[in-house]
């Protein structure tokens, strides 16, 4: 397993993040782990937004592959 050091990290996050994982049982490492992992995964939700973003972005072809041969060959 890896391990990561937060530097300069706000001493009023780390009382905030303390009294979260205090809430639920947690160790503030537990807690920081699990908040870590979720910023980390991706969701289904966030690639179906990025994806239909990608598709956004691409032109629409209906011409089949045929047609536009066809076109370049008659020029």
């Not at 937060?6 to 780390?14: A, G, I």
Request: aromatic content about 2%.
């Amino acid at each position: 397993m890896a391990q990561i050091l937060v530097r300069k990290l706000n001493e009023d996050v780390v009382t905030r993040l303390k009294a979260k994982a205090r809430a639920k049982g947690k160790s503030l490492e537990q807690e920081a782990r699990d908040i870590l992992t979720a910023a980390a995964t991706n969701s289904r939700e966030e690639f179906a937004r990025w994806a239909a973003a990608l598709r956004a972005k691409q032109p629409m072809h209906t011409t089949s592959a045929a047609e536009l041969i066809r076109e370049d060959r008659n020029r």
